[in-house]
């Protein structure tokens, strides 16, 4: 399931955005990343809607009026794919908006999406855990299915702007992230480190992890060490210092 | 194999073949994989890894939540038998780990070091997909036996299509769904555990011991509590009392 041209999904993206950068002569960001997915993986529209803790998602960038609608629809109805992806932690690829499942399933919004021309709605949740950071919706005026290679491409390209939010989140200029660290999210220290920051500073996952990411920055110790000292209780954070 | 034993077995294919319910939750099955692995076969752990489609493995349940094991999966994704497994589709194997430092430079003096001499890796496969890779350990000379190896690779073929038919689908849109799913559940309960870790002063273990305990005494899924955990709005406190003695431990 995974692989077609047997490059790393996640790096093949990163070209493609870096390119289509390049192209342009501007730096890479959320918006280029939505114009590539539109233009590598056949839908009609990309849009990313952010999650700045209020609980009230916003619209950071959508590539057609379609898209926004979509956005603004499932905030105005409080149901939608983008909003169980959020809440579940887990795509949800919807192929036919028209189908009777579908409508049992959101109501509401179902029949509104249709009428604005929607057929299908792919949604992916830019989430590390508990830290959810936003959703990356795909949209296509024809209903059917993701082909599994564009699929294992919307997946890559997610989680290339999840890293792209959490290099905001960390105050770090987008597209300066150091290839050699990446974001070790497949280790499981990283994550038991936040988990235990989170605790000892009182704070919320998310804040948690930008903290361990902006010490690990500070003092340029790759993160996953830095996750190895916190587990093994090397290091600890207090709440009164590391404002950084 | 004696009566009682066929018998536990047929009850175990059974419970990995119902998972035509509504809630159906990939991880919590997961586990459940791993445990009658353990139970059922000669083994001292074992674990399973999905690919997350970004080319990566991550394990999604263990047997124990011990550091070294946990580590044996997470160094999976540079080398080591559920990578090459998941890459050929084939089993993979190793009866003696502690000369097999050439062959996966970080993952056999890691798995040797948390004492595990022999190791077997089978494949999950769907069709012509492999989605992952169940990892069986060792802890005395011979390698993995071959009934074990069998009943392992039968546990994770049925293990497999039950995943798969749990709704009726003819693509994997439903399977994308719920494997991504699972894999960030798994995150959420490492954050959960350094929570409680944080929390109580115990370490990731304990941490997940008393996390599952409470799950499984008050009926709730370990991947919605670990949420709740994680999101700082569960009884920490109630939580580390676990089953023993909560009484006790409540007045304090």
Same mark, same amino acid.
């Given at each position: 399931m995974s692989g077609h041209g047997g490059a790393n999904p996640l790096a093949r993206a990163g070209s493609w955005v870096a390119d289509h950068a390049a192209a342009l002569g501007e730096p890479v960001s959320i918006g280029l990343l939505c114009e590539t997915a539109v233009d590598r993986l056949d839908v009609s529209g990309a849009t990313l809607t952010v999650d700045p803790g209020s609980g009230w998602p916003e619209t950071r960038y959508a590539t057609d009026a379609l898209g926004a609608g979509?956005?603004?629809?499932?905030?105005?109805?409080?149901?939608?794919?983008?909003? =169980?992806?959020?809440?579940?932690?887990?795509?949800?690829?919807?192929? =036919?908006? =028209?189908?009777?499942g579908t409508q049992l399933r959101w109501p509401l919004f179902t029949p509104l999406a249709v009428d604005a021309g929607a057929h299908a709605l792919f949604a992916f949740p830019l989430c590390v855990g508990a830290i959810r950071a936003g959703v990356l919706a795909l949209h296509r005026a024809q209903a059917g299915s993701l082909e599994p290679a564009k699929l294992t491409d919307a997946l890559a390209l997610a989680g290339l702007a999840l890293r792209l939010l959490l290099d905001e989140q960390a105050d770090r200029r987008a597209?300066?992230?150091d290839r050699a660290d990446g974001l070790p999210l497949h280790d499981p220290q990283v994550h038991?480190?936040?988990? &235990?920051?989170?605790?000892?500073?009182?704070?919320? &996952?998310e804040e948690a992890f930008a903290r361990l990411r902006a010490r690990a920055f500070a003092g340029q110790r790759p993160l996953a060490e830095l996750a190895a000292d916190v587990v093994a209780r090397r290091l600890r954070f207090e709440p009164t210092e590391d404002t950084t | 194999m004696n009566d009682h034993h066929e018998q536990r077995l047929a009850r175990v294919f059974v419970e990995l073949a119902d998972t035509l319910v509504d809630d159906f939750d990939m991880l919590e099955f997961l586990s459940m994989l791993v445990e009658r692995c353990v139970e059922l076969l000669d083994v001292a752990a074992a674990g399973v890894v999905l690919s997350d489609h970004r080319g990566a493995l991550r394990?999604?349940?263990?047997?124990?939540?011990?550091?070294?094991l946990v580590e044996l999966f997470a160094v999976q994704t540079d080398d080591g038998p559920c990578l090459d497994c998941v890459r050929t589709g084939l089993p993979v194997y190793s009866a003696n780990l502690a000369a097999d430092e050439a062959r996966w430079p970080r993952f056999a003096p890691a798995a040797v070091a948390a004492g595990f001499v022999a190791t077997h890796a089978v494949p999950m496969r769907l069709r012509r997909n492999v989605i992952g890779a169940l990892n069986l350990f060792k802890a005395e000379p011979n390698g993995v036996d071959p009934a074990s190896v069998q009943l392992g690779q039968a546990l994770a073929d049925v293990a497999t299509i039950g995943m798969l038919q749990q709704r009726a689908i003819d693509d994997n849109t439903v399977l994308v769904e719920q494997l991504q799913t699972a894999l960030n559940s798994r995150v959420v309960i490492e954050q959960a555990k350094g929570v409680l870790s944080a929390h109580a002063g115990v370490d990731m273990d304990h941490a997940f011991t008393a996390l599952r305990g409470y799950a499984r005494s008050h009926n709730l899924r370990l991947s919605a509590l670990a949420f709740t955990?994680?999101?700082?709005?569960?009884?920490?406190?109630?939580?580390?009392?676990?089953?023993?003695?909560?009484?006790?431990?409540?007045?304090?």
């Open positions: 979509l956005a603004e629809l499932q905030l105005t109805v409080g149901e939608g794919p983008c909003v =169980d992806a959020e809440r579940g932690g887990g795509p949800v690829l919807v192929t =036919d908006l =028209d189908a009777p597209g300066s992230a038991q480190a936040t988990g &235990m920051i989170s605790g000892q500073l009182g704070v919320g &996952m | 394990m999604a349940a263990a047997s124990s939540e011990q550091a070294r955990v994680a999101n700082g709005t569960a009884d920490l406190t109630a939580i580390m009392a676990g089953g023993e003695r909560p009484a006790r431990r409540a007045q304090r």
